[in-house]
């Protein structure tokens, strides 16, 4: 990681540890303003907008925080996702919490012409904290071909939620007023709309593993039975090396991802990146959370124990921005049509950037 | 505490890569070839040869011991190629992946201008004298003693499953120099003893293909003069642990069955496999990726004088377990009767099919492995808390 990745590590860290209490987590439905001022107000919520200067890798970082901090915000909403898609449209970051629709299959938003603006038509399926939320960002169809809008009211809003709590509210929209600042055309596609929530959703899940892994090994070896630390039993030691295995090679395919989704390799290995990290966190999270609930045992089935903050999201994570089968047969479907011969180039193609200088410094999971 | 970061592979790497692809393609045709699969291959002491005029053999020796000083990221891009187009790398392995390192290490200069120019050319092949009937999982436990003679050792003991011993040259042994006094690690020695001396006597284990890999080898006061000590006496046990992360995590740790799944592709792919199938290829290949990035940010470790051990246990824990899944998926697609003598395909699952057991065995258990990075895990979160 560059000493920039770093220092933004850092501070996201230091926030959440701040202001991510016990009290801000116990309602998930309502976004704790203390810790949303604070991102806000560090530029942490527009870090993706052209003035904020963050780039793909520095995403990544900061969804890595949210997950290793069970934090209920929509900062990757905001940030890596809404900004994304209104800076590919050239529009402004609005004021306030701002979200984003996560091309849900079943969704569907038509905007058509009216006088000095549009009007838009259509649902958005469990769209994260969309009633907290000022404005939802979602991508649109038009007479005039895809376009990026923000929509700031609604028609009708069925709330919803995760196992973790977060809101995923359905958006029903007849004949919304829009104005025409609020709609831009954009040639990002819903596919590249999941992709990209899909790693950063991935890089949250690297991070819920990185603390789920943390707790376990402190239980194994801080509870005593048979007048042994949990620790000093083989089958104990197996499922905490089954969680560090599975942590590593998700924090492994996030990283290679968040390099070779930046663009600067060709096509191809571009598409494998999220979509490979998202079907490797996926696989990861059944082993996970089943381990690490297995070494717990019954205390960290209860509301109590903290244990339940990581693990009912990354529950939820899994299937969000599509499931692991989802991206596994993206994959699938693609190395069939192929020749053959060219799996393995492909397998073995460069992640690209310039991750070999970030050898040998400070790593995410370093300094838990 | 674990450290692991992507890497990618630079320009003259690449040029690398490209090289041993055409060369590769070109010895071993896509389709019309029974790939070998990994480290289970045959030995073709005439392919290792024609590696070695290439310049990949021994490729981390430098330059004064007859090498080319290169990489050992440059060394992984040669091994995955030929991993992936099945080729027959047995008979050169040991002295490439272990011998080399150790002689770099813990060779003398006699050693190194002996052994090092050979290993380069394929002149001299090496296997491994570790295990032992009563010494498996717990190598400690070795009985194979050395004891002092006028200007050597003299070695009696029996060491088992040793891979290659049959056409081998040197055998690296690990024995017993002293008694075993206060703790089993101390000791203990390696040796390097000459195939060829008097009181060796090597039969064949068949495996249960029938393939003669394994060996057991008798040592019958086989006489080790001084200078074929490796490293220090009693130092043994460090310097073989010390270098395990060049043996646990390198691409033959995952990419055994690899062969299998192109086989599949090309001759029962295609697509109108369905859904399922999709969805099972995309999560092998997704596997292939998320371990090959580890795997090679292992090799850019060592490049830079790190010593990534545990890092390396986890990927060759993980790998292995993943090459043994890769059989059970292929084999569950083909939804046919397995025939050792059908196609190329049939002929390659096969193969894999009957090897799988020895991939999570091979070079230590998984299960020891699993304790050894337990224990480190649980120090260094112990350190950091």
């Known amino acids: ?368 | 505490m674990i450290d692991f970061q992507p890497s990618s592979l630079l320009p003259h790497e690449e040029e690398l890569r490209v090289e041993v692809r055409e060369f590769v393609a070109e010895s071993f045709p896509f389709g019309r070839y029974l790939p070998q699969l990994g480290i289970n291959a045959e030995a073709s002491p005439e392919f290792s040869r024609r590696l070695g005029e290439r310049g990949w053999l021994g490729m981390v020796i430098p330059e004064e011991y007859g090498g080319p000083g290169r990489t050992a990221v440059e060394r992984f891009v040669v091994v995955e190629e030929l991993l992936v187009a099945g080729a027959p790398i047995s008979a050169h392995w040991v002295g490439d992946r272990q011998t080399a390192p150790g002689l770099l290490s813990y060779g003398s200069e006699e050693q190194k201008r002996r052994f090092l120019p050979a290993i380069v050319k394929g002149a001299y092949f090496f296997c491994l004298g570790l295990s032992e009937p009563e010494s498996g999982s717990d190598l400690a436990s070795v009985r194979t003693r050395a004891t002092r003679t006028d200007g050597g050792w003299l070695v009696n003991g029996l060491k088992t499953w040793t891979s290659g011993a049959h056409y081998a040259d040197f055998m690296v042994a690990l024995v017993r120099t002293s008694p075993l006094g206060d703790g089993k690690h101390a000791g203990l020695s390696q040796l390097i003893i000459d195939m060829r001396a008097t009181g060796i006597a090597t039969s064949p284990i068949r495996s249960l293909n029938g393939f003669h890999h394994f060996n057991e080898v008798l040592l019958e006061n086989v006489f080790v003069p001084d200078e074929m000590v490796l490293g220090e006496v009693g130092a043994g046990w460090h310097q073989i642990t010390s270098e395990l992360a060049y043996e646990r995590s390198g691409p033959d740790r995952f990419l055994t069955t690899f062969p299998v799944l192109q086989y599949f592709l090309a001759f029962r792919g295609g697509t109108g496999l369905g859904p399922d199938a999709e969805r099972q290829i995309g999560r092998l290949v997704a596997r292939y990726w998320v371990l090959r990035n580890l795997s090679l940010s292992v090799a850019r470790s060592l490049d830079s004088g790190q010593v990534p051990a545990v890092e390396a246990a986890l990927v060759k824990d993980v790998g292995t377990v993943f090459e043994q899944e890769v059989v059970d998926v292929l084999r569950e697609l083909t939804e046919a009767e397995q025939d050792p003598d059908g196609d190329l395909y049939d002929q390659t699952l096969a193969e894999a099919t009957i090897t799988a057991p020895t991939f999570t065995l091979r070079g230590g258990t998984n299960e020891v492995l699993r304790t050894v990075a337990a224990k480190y895990l649980l120090r260094t979160a112990k350190g950091s808390s």
Do not use: Y
């Open chain 1, 1 to 368: 990681m560059s000493d920039e990745l770093a220092l933004l590590d850092d501070t996201a860290r230091s926030i959440f540890d701040r202001h991510c209490t016990k009290e801000a987590r116990a309602d998930a439905t309502t976004v704790p303003a203390g810790l949303w001022r604070v991102l806000n107000d560090s530029g942490l919520t527009s870090l993706a907008m052209p003035e904020g200067g963050g780039a793909l890798p520095e995403l990544v970082v900061l969804a890595w925080a949210v997950g290793r901090a069970a934090a209920p915000v929509p900062l990757v909403e905001m940030a890596g996702v809404a900004s994304w898609l209104l800076a590919a449209g050239g529009l402004p970051l609005p004021d306030g919490i701002t979200t984003c629709a996560t091309a849900d299959p079943r969704d569907q938003v038509r905007l058509t012409r009216q006088s000095g603006g549009w009007s838009a038509t259509g649902v958005l399926h469990r769209v994260p904290w969309g009633a907290a939320a000022l404005q939802v960002v979602a991508l649109a169809d038009s007479d005039d071909g895809p376009h990026v809008v923000v929509l700031s009211s609604r028609t009708r809003l069925d709330p919803g939620r995760n196992h973790a709590g977060e809101p995923r509210d359905t958006l029903h929209l007849q004949d919304v007023v829009v104005p025409a600042s609020s709609a831009a055309p954009v040639d990002v596609t819903a596919d590249d709309l999941r992709r990209r929530g899909a790693l950063l959703r991935s890089a949250s899940m690297a991070g819920a593993m990185e603390q789920v892994l943390a707790m376990t090994i402190a239980h194994a070896a801080g509870r005593e039975q048979f007048g042994r630390p949990l620790s000093a039993f083989q089958a104990i030691q197996h499922h905490l090396v089954a969680i560090a295995e599975e942590s590593v090679c998700t924090a492994m395919a996030v990283r290679a991802a968040a390099v070779s989704e930046s663009g600067s390799t060709g096509p191809g290995s571009a598409g494998l990146g999220a979509a490979a990290a998202k079907a490797t966190a996926g696989r990861a999270a059944s082993v996970v959370t089943a381990r690490a609930h297995q070494v717990h045992g019954a205390i960290g089935t209860t509301q109590e124990h903290p244990l339940h903050w990581f693990t009912t999201r990354l529950w939820s994570w899994q299937d969000e921005f599509g499931s692991a089968s989802h991206w596994a047969g993206q994959i699938g479907r693609d190395v069939l049509a192929g020749d053959p011969a060219s799996l393995w180039p492909r397998i073995s193609a460069s992640v690209g950037g310039d991750a070999v200088r970030g050898h040998g410094r400070p790593t995410l999971a370093g300094r838990s």
